[in-house]
């Protein structure tokens, strides 16, 4: 086989440019075709890929930054207990009523306190709380009241469920307060 790159630029002997070797025998180059287009994607898909690609990345970004400003923003623990003791005065049961009221303070003192009340028993809460014993007390009591009522079946006069609302908001303005005052 001879190789182009074998072959002199220009003849020594007479200065003219080599001729090249004749082609060989075969088919005639008027049957070749041009090249063969292997599984490229045309201009549509590759646009429709990247349009579906940015709405698909908007849309995490859009999520991420909508819940991470959902949480920035925490609610007053006294507005949120507040709130539900009204709930529970709208309840006509009793029990629904003695829960209600029992969770308002434990959320309360959870959210204040940043301690897992909710999850303990009255006087396991009460025991975890950074309070004087007088208002430890206040609230075991609440609590105890609160748990008669919800296991016991006790019976509850409208008096007693005002007395019971009352007592809560009073303990809870008191606990806000007093927090907000040593910075707890």
């Given at each position: 086989?001879?190789?182009?790159?074998?072959?002199?630029?220009?003849?020594?002997?007479?200065?003219?440019?080599?001729?090249?070797?004749?082609?060989?025998?075969?088919?005639?180059?008027?049957?070749?075709?041009?090249?063969?287009?292997?599984g490229g994607f045309n201009t549509t898909q590759v646009v429709l890929a990247a349009v579906i690609g940015g709405l698909i990345g908007a849309g995490l970004i859009w999520f991420y930054l909508r819940k991470k400003r959902s949480v920035e923003i925490p609610a007053n623990p006294?507005?949120?207990?507040?709130?539900?003791?009204?709930?529970?005065?709208?309840?006509?049961?009793?029990?629904?009523?003695?829960?209600?009221?029992?969770?308002?303070?434990?959320?309360?003192?959870?959210?204040?306190?940043?301690?897992?009340?909710?999850?303990?028993?009255?006087?396991?809460?009460?025991?975890?709380?950074?309070?004087?014993?007088?208002?430890?007390?206040?609230?075991?009591?609440?609590?105890?009241?609160?748990?008669?009522?919800?296991?016991?079946?006790?019976?509850?006069?409208?008096?007693?469920?005002?007395?019971?609302?009352?007592?809560?908001?009073?303990?809870?303005?008191?606990?806000?307060?007093?927090?907000?005052?040593?910075?707890?």
């Amino acid at each position: 086989m001879f190789l182009l790159a074998q072959i002199p630029a220009l003849n020594p002997s007479n200065g003219a440019m080599p001729q090249l070797p004749p082609l060989p025998a075969g088919p005639s180059l008027e049957s070749v075709r041009g090249p063969i287009e292997a599984g490229g994607f045309n201009t549509t898909q590759v646009v429709l890929a990247a349009v579906i690609g940015g709405l698909i990345g908007a849309g995490l970004i859009w999520f991420y930054l909508r819940k991470k400003r959902s949480v920035e923003i925490p609610a007053n623990p006294q507005e949120v207990a507040l709130a539900e003791l009204k709930a529970a005065e709208a309840s006509s049961d009793n029990e629904r009523f003695a829960i209600t009221c029992a969770n308002a303070i434990r959320h309360f003192l959870e959210a204040r306190y940043k301690l897992p009340v909710a999850t303990k028993t009255s006087s396991e809460a009460t025991e975890l709380l950074p309070l004087p014993g007088d208002r430890k007390e206040k609230i075991n009591e609440f609590l105890a009241t609160c748990d008669g009522i919800k296991f016991a079946q006790q019976a509850l006069s409208e008096e007693k469920r005002i007395e019971l609302s009352d007592t809560a908001k009073k303990l809870i303005r008191e606990l806000d307060r007093k927090a907000a005052s040593t910075g707890t």
